[in-house]
């Protein structure tokens, strides 16, 4: 499975970005993650499309929505809100199973990574 992750851009504090994350099968989780400069990668938001009900890291609750447009295999991440603290590069990732809740937060869970795509808010 192939992922293209895109929409990054430079926006101002308080604004909102929606990412994609455009995959060439059908995936049964899709997480986003990212890496800020000089910091490791780090989870923000997961959905099993299966059953059950999105995950979001802290720092993503009542800004990030993630979603899916299943006539186009793609996944959405909408940032509302923005901060400064949420420049990163924003990676989508898949796996062709539904990830347990205690390990959809977790990098090596999945399978398929995207190449990356960066964000960047000025305050």
């Known amino acids: 499975v192939q992922l293209q992750a895109s929409g990054g851009g430079l926006v101002q504090a308080g604004n909102s970005l929606k990412l994609s994350c455009e995959a060439s099968?059908?995936?049964?989780?899709t997480g986003w993650f990212r890496q800020a400069p000089g910091k490791e990668r780090e989870f923000v938001a997961a959905?099993?499309?299966?059953?059950?009900?999105?995950i979001y890291a802290d720092s993503a609750k009542g800004r990030f929505t993630i979603s899916r447009d299943n006539t186009k295999n793609t996944v959405y991440l909408q940032m509302n809100s923005l901060k400064s603290e949420d420049t990163a590069i924003y990676y989508c990732?898949?796996?062709?199973?539904?990830?347990?809740?205690?390990?959809?937060?977790?990098?090596?869970?999945?399978?398929?990574w995207g190449q990356g795509t960066e964000v960047t808010v000025s305050s």
């Open positions: 990732a898949a796996a062709q199973r539904g990830i347990i809740t205690s390990s959809i937060r977790r990098a090596h869970e999945y399978d398929y």
């Open positions: 099968a059908r995936t049964l989780t």
């Open positions: 959905r099993r499309w299966n059953f059950g009900s999105a």
